[in-house]
């Protein structure tokens, strides 16, 4: 009997350091990170490692800032009151290190008003915060990407499409500036895909990885100071 007692002790303890073992391996000293949005921010048509939020933390860990791989609540063709939809349906109750928004081009392209994006981005910003324990340094908007160049919008009305998009990130930028959040403009650099294949994804629609490594080139400096500082 006493021998069973002592053998059922060792299984305990051996299964308690294994849960403690397990635990450490989602190490508390690695960054956590929320990144919301839509096609762009979930990678549509590219591989899962050519996703800009990966290659985001995989240049931090490089560099040695030890960032966990990102929580993604981001689904193609979301709109922003899709997005709210789709964090609601999470039931988010951790807050994390770093989170990032993306999100509006479908607004753009469905035709929806400026006014109803613009409320409805701020609101998705401040949840964005929230996700943040409320520690705005620790968050980061990017802007809408420019999808006139890409094969898909050359065969509809370019300029008419980079027009509304320069007047959604107009929106988002003021509302970002507004609350004193860190801003990435990379509108300039997307439009430099027009005619170069190896920047546009196979869907003639998105941009490739190698264009979402140029995006990350822009915004690995200011986050990289935001996690340092």
């Known amino acids: 009997m006493i021998r069973l007692l002592l053998l059922v002790m060792a299984i305990g303890a051996c299964q308690a350091a294994d849960k403690e073992q397990t635990m450490g391996t989602t190490s508390s000293s690695e960054i956590s990170y929320l990144a919301l949005g839509d096609s762009y921010t979930i990678g549509e048509a590219v591989e899962k490692e050519e996703r800009w939020p990966i290659q985001l933390t995989r240049r931090l860990n490089d560099e040695g800032i030890a960032i966990a791989e990102p929580k993604i609540i981001a689904t193609t063709g979301w709109t922003t009151d899709e997005l709210k939809a789709g964090i609601e349906k999470e039931e988010i109750t951790d807050t994390y290190d770093m989170v990032s928004l993306l999100i509006g081009v479908n607004n753009q392209y469905r035709g929806y008003s400026l006014e109803e994006y613009e409320a409805q981005f701020e609101e998705l ?16 908007v990017v802007s809408i990407p420019d999808y006139g160049v890409t094969p898909f919008g050359q065969g509809k009305d370019p300029k008419q499409i980079g027009d509304g998009v320069d007047q959604f990130n107009e929106v988002n930028k003021a509302i970002t500036d507004s609350y004193g959040i860190q801003y990435f403009d990379i509108t300039p650099v ?11 994804a196979s869907d003639g629609l998105h941009p490739s990885g190698k264009m979402y490594t140029q995006w990350v080139d ?6 990289k100071s935001m996690l340092e500082d």
């Open 218 to 223: 822009i915004i690995f400096p200011g986050v």
């Open 125 to 140: 910003l401040s949840m964005a915060v929230g996700f943040a324990g409320k520690n705005k340094a620790r968050v980061f």
């Open 190 to 200: 997307s439009k430099t895909a027009l005619g170069v294949d190896d920047l546009n």
